[in-house]
T-cell receptor, first 117, second 109 residues
Framework: GAVVSQHPSWVICKSGTSVKIECRSL??????MFWYRQFPKQSLMLMAT?????????EQGVEKDKFLINHASLTLSTLTVTSAHPEDSSFYIC?????????????FGPGTRLTVT | GQNIDQPTEMTATEGAIVQINCTYQ??????LFWYQQHAGEAPTFLSY??LDGLEEKGRFSSFLSRSKGYSYLLLKELQMKDSASYLC??????????WGAGTKLIIKP
């Protein structure tokens, strides 16, 4: 099956610093990637849709200046949490859309656990 | 508004069969997904239905009725490792996923 990787898998940073998370589709090209956030015992919440070569589309309530998304190639999207605060501590998950022509499949990365101290 | 409903929690016995239902109301429909998520891990893709009917994949099957806005995930020969949350998600007309809150499935010996 298709594989999506994320790096790092976990990160601890100090309040006020920035953290970059990478999402890569390893064996397919993804024109669209999605970034989600999941707080404990809650469902996934879509943060933004990342389209290759264009600006990301952010969900209502998500600060675009705080969560910078870059989709530089068909296999890589990055999420940068700028000036992180403890309330940004969460599980960040990316997914990549694989267009099979007759169907869509979404494959998730393993997630990145961010802890801001 | 857009809405996905699925039971919060279900309990079943090892070796048995369980059906997890999902009903949806969305703006447009481009397919319905089922995912399995173990605690602390990212969801894993299980199935995708875009046409009415039953799709079978080993012990797991997924059914869709677009006219009723209804799907179910059927798990047979339950194993302890099937204890997880099962997420139903619908791809809307903008090709974005609308997520249900997930069904926590507890398997007892």
């Amino acid at each position: 099956g298709a594989v999506v990787s994320q790096h790092p898998s976990w990160v601890i940073c100090k309040s006020g610093t920035s953290v970059k998370i990478e999402c890569r589709s390893l064996d397919f090209q993804a024109t669209t990637m999605f970034w989600y956030r999941q707080f404990p015992k809650q469902s996934l919440m879509l943060m933004a849709t990342s389209n290759e070569g264009s600006k990301a589309t952010y969900e209502q309530g998500v600060e675009k200046d705080k969560f910078l998304i870059n989709h530089a190639s068909l296999t890589l999207s990055t999420l940068t949490v700028t000036s992180a605060h403890p309330e940004d501590s969460s599980f960040y998950i990316c997914s990549a859309n694989r267009d099979r022509g007759f169907s869509y499949e979404q494959y998730f990365g393993p997630g990145t656990r961010l802890t801001v101290t | 508004g857009q809405n996905i409903d699925q039971p919060t929690e279900m309990t079943a016995t090892e070796g048995a069969i369980v059906q997890i239902n999902c009903t949806y109301q969305t703006s447009g429909f481009n397919g319905l997904f089922w995912y399995q998520q173990h605690a602390g891990e990212a969801p894993t893709f299980l199935s995708y239905n875009v046409l009415d009917g039953l799709e079978e994949k080993g012990r797991f099957s997924s059914f869709l009725s677009r006219s009723k806005g209804y799907s179910y995930l059927l798990l047979k020969e339950l194993q302890m490792k099937d204890s997880a949350s099962y997420l139903c998600a619908v791809m809307d007309s903008n090709y974005q996923l609308i997520w249900g809150a997930g069904t926590k499935l507890i398997i007892k010996p």
